[in-house]
């Protein structure tokens, strides 16, 4: 139905992002790598959407890239994954990683994402193997540069936030005020949200 949704980001919450859009405010259910990739409110931003209408109600599921949100289709072709698990696995890998942690049939890997288990992990690599290209994986893997790096570090700094205790809204508002360099460490970005987390 929405291709993708591009509009000034009204709200930024744990796990979705509010865009306005021609004064209309779509609530977009996104991952935590692209939460933290994000800038701050009141930027402009573009989501690749999947709207999904289910018995359950219906929801707007929004990715910063495409091949993140074409992947995302092919995870919940898997019988099991549903939308919100699939956002689960996109917001902990990267296309690339979880391309080779189905190659590789890491199933640990897979099993970082926030409830999923071994079981679900087969799952996918048993459904996944045959439609995911060496050759393009090597490939992502290669092209992936300094925001991929940037964006990385940022993830495993909320994940440690997150794990100390403190609430993904907190981590996230305190991790957007931080002025991040190209070759910033895990380490350095911690120290320096935990300092912005206790003024």
């Known amino acids: 139905m929405y291709a993708y949704i591009e509009g000034t980001i009204a709200f930024l919450e744990e796990d979705r992002v509010v865009l306005d859009a021609g004064g209309i405010g779509y609530e977009i259910m996104v991952g935590q790598r692209d939460l933290v990739a994000m800038d701050a409110v009141g930027s402009r931003a573009r989501l690749y959407t999947y709207f999904q209408v289910s018995e359950n109600g219906i929801g707007l599921y929004g990715f910063l890239q495409y091949e993140d949100k074409k992947f995302?289709?092919?995870l919940i072709s898997v019988?099991?994954?549903g939308p919100k698990a699939g956002l689960a696995i996109l917001g902990t890998l990267s296309v690339s990683d979880?391309?080779?942690?189905?190659?590789g049939e890491d199933e640990k890997a897979i099993t970082k994402a926030p409830g999923v288990g071994p079981k679900l992990a087969k799952r996918i690599i048993l459904d996944l193997k045959d439609k995911v290209d060496l050759a393009e994986a090597y490939e992502d893997r290669m092209s992936g540069g300094n925001n991929d790096h940037i964006t990385s570090v940022k993830n495993d700094v909320m994940m440690a936030l997150t794990a100390l205790g403190y609430s993904s809204s907190d981590a996230l508002k305190a991790l957007s005020s931080v002025e991040i360099t190209?070759?910033?460490t895990e380490e350095e970005l911690l120290k320096a949200t935990l300092r912005k987390m206790n003024v």
Do not use: P, R, S, T
């Not at 979880?98 to 190659?103: D, E, G, R, T, Y």
């Open 72 to 74: 995302f289709e092919k």
């Open 79 to 81: 019988n099991g994954v």
């Open 98 to 103: 979880l391309k080779f942690a189905i190659l």
């Open 182 to 184: 190209e070759d910033i």
